[in-house]
């Protein structure tokens, strides 16, 4: 089944305690994205890959880190989370960048940071 | 900047009462315009990819039109399992994507 997986799902964390979320798809999509989604403020993009070792930030890119290091996985890394960082994060995936192809989105992972 | 705004933020129809959501963009050089429908808990899911202003898709009950400005989302005789937060989203020039904030609907029976 084509998919775009995130683990954790969940995860309650205290401040400074470094974290990572994986992401993994199994469609061979070129293109990867992170995105936190906040009440009232939508879906905002963190950081984006266009391929192997091309990553760019997104609007909101500060306390975070991202690597792609093979196709199929993009991991988001806090590497001193603090609370302003509590929120619903989604990894997605599409075939290429470009506005081309729509993105196929992960289950999503609810982070709270005390 | 680009920036994508959606009205109204919530609706609520009755079952069988057809509406519109609205998404108004500001993008340079829009490459794609996006539909999405999020359920409670759950990642977004595609509906439907605009490019060029006067294209329409259907999809069901949902009809997408896009205007150099707009787009809109058309629901016809709605049923209760229409319900749930639809997103618009546009790329530009860049590699973004851009979300706006999303109207909640919500279809009572």
């Known amino acids: 089944e084509a998919q775009v997986t995130q683990n954790p799902r969940y995860l309650i964390t205290v401040t400074g305690k470094k974290l990572t979320v994986t992401c993994s798809q199994n469609m061979n999509h070129e293109y990867m994205s992170w995105y936190r989604q906040d009440p009232g403020l939508g879906l905002r993009q963190i950081y984006y890959?266009?391929?192997?070792?091309?990553?760019d930030k997104g609007d909101v890119p500060e306390g975070y880190k991202v690597s792609r290091k093979e196709k199929r996985n993009f991991p988001l890394i806090l590497e001193s989370p603090s609370p302003n960082q509590t929120s619903l994060y989604f990894c997605?995936?599409?075939?290429?960048?470009?506005?081309?192809?729509?993105?196929?989105f992960g289950p999503g992972t609810r982070l709270t940071v005390l | 900047e680009d920036q994508v705004t959606q009205s109204p933020e919530a609706l609520r129809l009755q079952e069988g009462e057809s509406s519109s959501l609205n998404c108004s963009y500001t993008v340079s050089g829009l490459r794609g315009l996006f539909w999405y429908r999020q359920d409670p808990g759950k990642g977004p899911e595609f509906l439907f990819t605009l490019y060029s202003a006067g294209e329409e898709k259907e999809k069901e009950r949902l009809k997408a039109t896009l205007t150099k400005k707009e787009s809109f989302l058309h629901i016809t005789a709605p049923k209760p399992e229409d319900s749930a937060t639809y997103l618009c989203a546009t790329q530009g020039g860049s590699e973004k994507l851009v979300f706006g904030k999303g109207t909640k609907l919500t279809v009572n029976p």
């Open positions: 890959s266009m391929n192997v070792e091309v990553t």
């Open positions: 997605a995936s599409s075939l290429t960048g470009g506005g081309e192809n729509e993105q196929f």
